[in-house]
């Protein structure tokens, strides 16, 4: 399916710059990002991918219950390794299903909304390359012979936008 592919491939993104990245570099804290490293932003996008593919085994989605498991944002290995399980993962499930999402939003009760898993495949689309924007940033910052794809953290229409404006 071309949601899995898309979202496969925005992580391989992700997984080819984390394995350029020395891992004393993958856990620095980035001033410019407010003290925080690009382990904590990998473990973010991680963790919603997991959170996603559970809720496609079970039919509820809770974005707010993620582990938080601080290996992904410490150890670059582990990370890779769970974000190649991941998109194994993705590439399994093929088929869409109706999902519940669940989220309090701040509120102290969670309210239950009615997705899809497709549906919420775009919305990891749009949330990983806003994350991976916000990598960019700070280790073009902080870190900036560190060589990144001028696609990377851009989003799909905005790479087809440039290249209508370069023809």
Same mark, same amino acid.
């Given at each position: 399916m071309m949601l +899995?592919? =898309?979202n496969i491939e925005i992580i391989k993104q992700l997984a080819d710059l984390m394995e350029s990245l020395e891992n004393e570099v993958y856990k620095d804290n980035l001033a410019p990002l407010h003290d925080h490293s690009v382990g904590q932003h990998v473990r973010h996008i991680t963790e919603f991918y997991l959170c996603l593919l559970k *809720?496609?085994?079970t *039919?509820?989605?809770n974005y707010d219950a993620r582990e938080r498991d601080l290996r992904i944002e410490r150890d670059k290995g582990f990370a890779l390794e769970v974000l190649e399980n991941v998109t194994n993962r993705l590439d399994f499930y093929q088929h869409d299903r109706t999902l519940t999402l669940q989220s309090a939003f701040g509120?102290? +009760?969670a309210m239950d909304i009615s997705s899809s898993f497709f549906r919420?495949? #775009?919305y990891l689309i749009e949330h990983t390359i806003h994350h991976l924007a916000i990598i960019k940033i700070g280790l073009n910052e902080v870190y900036? #012979? =560190?060589?990144i794809s001028s696609d990377f953290g851009v989003a799909h229409s905005t790479i087809k936008h440039r290249k209508m404006a370069e023809a």
């Amino acid at each position: 399916m071309m949601l +899995q592919k =898309i979202n496969i491939e925005i992580i391989k993104q992700l997984a080819d710059l984390m394995e350029s990245l020395e891992n004393e570099v993958y856990k620095d804290n980035l001033a410019p990002l407010h003290d925080h490293s690009v382990g904590q932003h990998v473990r973010h996008i991680t963790e919603f991918y997991l959170c996603l593919l559970k *809720g496609y085994e079970t *039919g509820m989605v809770n974005y707010d219950a993620r582990e938080r498991d601080l290996r992904i944002e410490r150890d670059k290995g582990f990370a890779l390794e769970v974000l190649e399980n991941v998109t194994n993962r993705l590439d399994f499930y093929q088929h869409d299903r109706t999902l519940t999402l669940q989220s309090a939003f701040g509120l102290e +009760q969670a309210m239950d909304i009615s997705s899809s898993f497709f549906r919420e495949l #775009t919305y990891l689309i749009e949330h990983t390359i806003h994350h991976l924007a916000i990598i960019k940033i700070g280790l073009n910052e902080v870190y900036p #012979t =560190i060589h990144i794809s001028s696609d990377f953290g851009v989003a799909h229409s905005t790479i087809k936008h440039r290249k209508m404006a370069e023809a």
